[in-house]
């Protein structure tokens, strides 16, 4: 009917003008398909046909339950308005209850966790490592002198730090194990407290001492019980 193509026409006209005048930019509506006459008519007919189809099947299964749904949906809308009001009341009376309410701070509680014992998994070394995979602060300190010398004959994996730039890597990543040694290695080894011969004699030597000693003592004792 001509009323209802009226109808059509100021909504799909009132639609494209509030587009045009970027009035649905927060709902990221395209300006191109909005000015699409024909296609906002067929949509909008789509939305009132399907409207009428809703509701008359609506009522046609249960008798008055359309004028039911309409009777609520203004109470809840009334209801909704109510609320609205009462909070923006409670809002101008008691600001500062509302920022104690839902701007609370959430409280901070400290946990103290006891000091646990250092596992003795701490002390299982890795085997075959560089010399340079221990700070030289943490070998020379922490280290004893059989943990030290499982690291003699390692090699060196890196140069000094001022090296191991973009500038420098292309001179010594690809460089023999021996030209790396004596042009970068050997001023990583002088970093490091490496055992001397002489500690390293001293630490073979003294095992079997210490097991002699031992010896003695387990027979001593076997001799003062045969007694």
Known sequence: STYNQLHRHLAVSAFQSIAAWYGFT???????????YHLFSEMYDNFVHGTLKTNSR???????SLSKAITQSSADKRRARVCLHSFFKCVSLTPFYLVLTFCRVPETR???VPPTDASALSRILPVGVPI???DPEFYNSEL???EKAM?????????LPKFCTTEHAADWVKMPANEFMVKY???VLALYKIPTVEELAGLA????EDDGADADKESTDLEDSDE
């Open 151 to 159: 690291y003699i004959n390692t090699g060196v994996a890196f140069p």
């Open 144 to 146: 004893d002198l059989q």
């Open 132 to 134: 340079n995979f221990w």
């Open 110 to 112: 400290t946990v103290t």
């Open 185 to 187: 290695g050997n001023n």
């Open 205 to 208: 030597s003294g095992a079997p």
């Open 26 to 36: 927060a709902l990221n509506v395209s300006l191109t398909i909005s000015q699409d």
């Open 58 to 64: 609506k009522e046609n299964n249960s008798t008055g």
